[in-house]
T-cell receptor
Framework: EAGVAQSPRYKIIEKRQSVAFWCNPISGHATLYWYQQILGQGPKLLIQFQNNGVVDDSQLPKDRFSAERLKGVDSTLKIQPAKLEDSAVYLC??????????????FGPGTRLTVT | EDQVTQSPEALRLQEGESSSLNCSYTVSGLRGLFWYRQDPGKGPEFLFTLYSAGEEKEKERLKATLTKKESFLHITAPKPEDSATYLCAVQARSNYQLIWGAGTKLIIKP
């Protein structure tokens, strides 16, 4: 079974530029998550999708971050404009079901973003 | 406030030296507690889910246990390839979001 795919793996941009990350979840997984992980910390949830609807985006900085999951499969996360503090690893994860039970999440390799 | 604290922050062991990692949590009703392993430059890899106090799960040299306030990840006779950061996360009944600890960086020296 193929895992969660993410691209690019690395990205370096200047502040105020824009950047986009792509994620393809495990086939059949209804729930997709975007996390931000700063070095030495646990992942921080940015947004959760159930199929193509948003379940939780309470920690997404909506003035600069946006995400979409068209057709309920792959997803893109965009930052515009980027700030220095956005330097982090952006992780995508998927799980078979988001709702009732405690379901484990499966993570992609992440995209390491450096903002200079 | 729901919270997860992991200790120690870092742990250095000799190969074969058994030890335990701690995950203390406060949550208003536990739906599940998760252990993940994260290697440098990679995403977290799922290890275990524990649902209720008294539950235990094992995988190779790892054994996870759960009480009402904390979970332990016991590592028996570790090998250098067990070196990684181990993350703990909890999910409350009231919220599907995972609350993550900062992790314990485990280094096993040959």
């Amino acid at each position: 079974e193929a895992g969660v795919a993410q691209s690019p793996r690395y990205k370096i941009i200047e502040k105020r530029q824009s950047v986009a990350f792509w994620c393809n979840p495990i086939s059949g997984h209804a729930t997709l998550y975007w996390y931000q992980q700063i070095l030495g910390q646990g992942p921080k949830l940015l947004i959760q999708f159930q199929n193509n609807g948003v379940v939780d985006d309470s920690q997404l900085p909506k003035d600069r971050f946006s995400a979409e999951r068209l057709k309920g499969v792959d997803s893109t996360l965009k930052i515009q404009p980027a700030k220095l503090e956005d330097s982090a690893v952006y992780l995508c994860a998927s799980s078979p079901s988001g709702g009732q039970g405690a379901h484990e999440q499966y993570f992609g390799p992440g995209t390491r973003l450096t903002v200079t | 406030e729901d919270q997860v604290t992991q200790s120690p922050e870092a742990l250095r062991l000799q190969e074969g030296e058994s030890s335990s990692l701690n995950c203390s949590y406060t949550v208003s009703g536990l739906r599940g507690l998760f252990w993940y392993r994260q290697d440098p430059g990679k995403g977290p890899e799922f290890l275990f889910t524990l649902y209720s106090a008294g539950e235990e799960k094992e995988k190779e040299r790892l054994k996870a246990t759960l009480t009402k306030k904390e979970s332990f990840l016991h590592i028996t006779a570790p090998k250098p390839e067990d070196s990684a950061t181990y993350l703990c996360a909890v999910q409350a009944r009231s919220n599907y979001q995972l609350i993550w600890g900062a992790g314990t960086k485990l280094i096993i020296k040959p």
